[in-house]
């Protein structure tokens, strides 16, 4: 066997028939806290796969261990509620534990909308601002189209010109009759 396959052996396990690729997680970026109750734990995480974690303990926060009740990994900004599958002693102290994911319980960020909303009222389901590029295009168009020069060759100036009186009028005798 070459060196690739026996690594992917090594990195995975078999269950029924899926497999399961663990990922190795360097030291400095794997550390973690342990929520069990309402205590804390300090663990490292040594790798990581779709169905769980591996972490180790330190001996002196090994004690503090229980098995029972929900338990809650907070690992790279994430909160993950884990369930323990496996402990394994090591010779040096150290606790090895096998946690599996159970659901995330990380909050999902706001969904960031345009300025629009605040002034519009509903949702407005789309991040970016095209909604107003595309009002801001339809009202210079209309501006073009009144304009004197380019407006009055195309016929269109008096019309929107009229309109646009037209309804200034109306607003004004609303307004007249709130006031």
Same mark, same amino acid.
């Given at each position: 066997?070459?060196?690739?396959?026996?690594?992917?052996?090594?990195?995975?396990?078999?269950?029924?028939?899926?497999?399961?690729?663990?990922?190795?997680?360097?030291?400095?970026?794997?550390?973690?806290?342990?929520?069990?109750?309402?205590?804390?734990?300090?663990?490292?995480?040594?790798?990581?796969?779709?169905?769980?974690?591996?972490?180790?303990?330190?001996?002196?926060?090994? /004690?503090?261990?229980?098995?029972? &009740?929900?338990? $809650?990994?907070?690992?790279?900004?994430? =909160? @993950?509620?884990?369930?323990? %599958? #496996?402990?394994?002693?090591?010779?040096?102290?150290?606790?090895?534990?096998?946690?599996?994911?159970?659901?995330?319980?990380?909050?999902?960020?706001?969904?960031?909308?345009?300025?629009?909303?605040?002034?519009?009222?509903?949702?407005?389901?789309?991040?970016?601002?095209?909604?107003?590029?595309?009002?801001?295009?339809?009202?210079?168009?209309? /501006?073009?189209?009144?304009?004197? &020069?380019?407006? $009055?060759?195309?016929?269109?100036?008096? =019309? @929107?010109?009229?309109?646009? %009186? #037209?309804?200034?009028?109306?607003?004004?005798?609303?307004?007249?009759?709130?006031?």
């Amino acid at each position: 066997m070459n060196l690739a396959t026996d690594t992917q052996a090594e990195s995975s396990y078999v269950e029924g028939q899926q497999r399961f690729f663990r990922c190795p997680v360097q030291e400095s970026d794997g550390h973690a806290i342990i929520r069990i109750g309402r205590r804390k734990i300090k663990a490292i995480v040594q790798e990581t796969s779709i169905e769980g974690f591996t972490v180790t303990v330190k001996p002196k926060h090994a /004690a503090r261990i229980q098995v029972g &009740g929900p338990w $809650e990994l907070n690992y790279d900004g994430a =909160r @993950i509620e884990v369930h323990p %599958q #496996w402990i394994f002693n090591s010779p040096d102290g150290h606790v090895q534990l096998g946690l599996r994911r159970l659901r995330d319980l990380t909050k999902p960020e706001p969904i960031r909308s345009s300025w629009l909303v605040r002034f519009g009222g509903g949702r407005f389901d789309d991040p970016s601002n095209a909604a107003v590029a595309f009002g801001g295009f339809v009202l210079a168009l209309f /501006a073009v189209l009144a304009s004197p &020069g380019l407006g $009055e060759k195309l016929g269109t100036s008096s =019309r @929107i010109q009229s309109t646009f %009186q #037209w309804l200034a009028s109306g607003v004004s005798h609303q307004m007249d009759q709130w006031f």
